[in-house]
Structure formats: C-alpha cells, structure tokens
C-alpha cells in the first residue's frame, strides 16, 4: 500500500509559477513510476507528466511541454512538479499517482494503482 500526499497548490496570476510536491508513504518509492494528473469539473482525469522510478525518463502532456518540469528525490520519497508560464487554463485539481509495476510510459490513468486526495490549482487571467 502506498498513502500520497500533495501540497502546493494555491491561486496564481497567469505568467506565474508554482511548484507542487507529492509525499510518498508504505512502500519502496524509488521502485514506484510517479505521475501527475489534473482535473476540472465535468471533465475526465487529464495526463500531465510522468517520471520512472530512476528519474532518467519523463513523458510530459502537449499542453504542459516546455512549461512543467517533473522530477523525484527518491531519498525524500517526494516527486514535484514545477509549474512555469502558467495559463487560465491549467486551472484544475492536481493528483499525484504511483504505479508499482513501474511502466515507464504511463501515461494513461488506468496504469496507476494509487492515487493522492489533490490539491487545487487556480490560475487568474
């Protein structure tokens, strides 16, 4: 079993950053493929980012290229997510989720078997 934590979420005016980190608890983490999700009402769980257990692979969403960065401290048990540039339209509920059979190209919500509570991002124009 692995309990998810996030933390960092808030308001922010578009241009802005912020920097989202995910807690990871009850099972070897650096075995663990990270990912993040956003999702707004009304709408399916949207892929953000990616990361393999090593760091040495990320997969990134078109929508969040360039901008997001995703990366893990296996030594913390925490992965992040770094939010540059940010738009109206990253406005979502944020969800860290592991995958313990440690995909390298998750993308897909249905690879993960846990999941955190979110965290709400607000982005102003």
């Known amino acids: 079993q692995v309990q998810l934590v996030e933390s960092g979420g808030g308001l922010v005016q578009a241009g802005g950053s912020l920097r989202l980190s995910c807690a990871a608890s009850?099972?070897?983490?650096?075995?663990?493929?990270m990912g993040w999700f956003r999702q707004t009402p009304g709408k399916e769980r949207e892929f953000v980012a990616t990361?393999?257990?090593?760091?040495?692979?990320?997969s990134y969403a078109d929508s969040v290229r360039g901008r997001f960065t995703i990366s893990r401290d296996n030594a913390k048990n925490t992965m992040y997510l770094q939010m540059n540039g940010l738009k109206p339209e990253d406005t979502a509920v944020y969800f860290c989720?592991?995958?313990?059979?440690?995909?390298?190209?998750?993308?897909?919500?249905?690879?993960?078997?846990?999941w955190g509570q979110g965290t709400q991002v607000t982005v102003s124009s």
């Open positions: 990361i393999w257990w090593s760091g040495s692979t990320t």
């Open positions: 009850g099972r070897t983490f650096s075995s663990l493929t």
């Open positions: 989720a592991a995958d313990k059979d440690g995909y390298k190209w998750a993308t897909q919500s249905s690879v993960y078997d846990y």
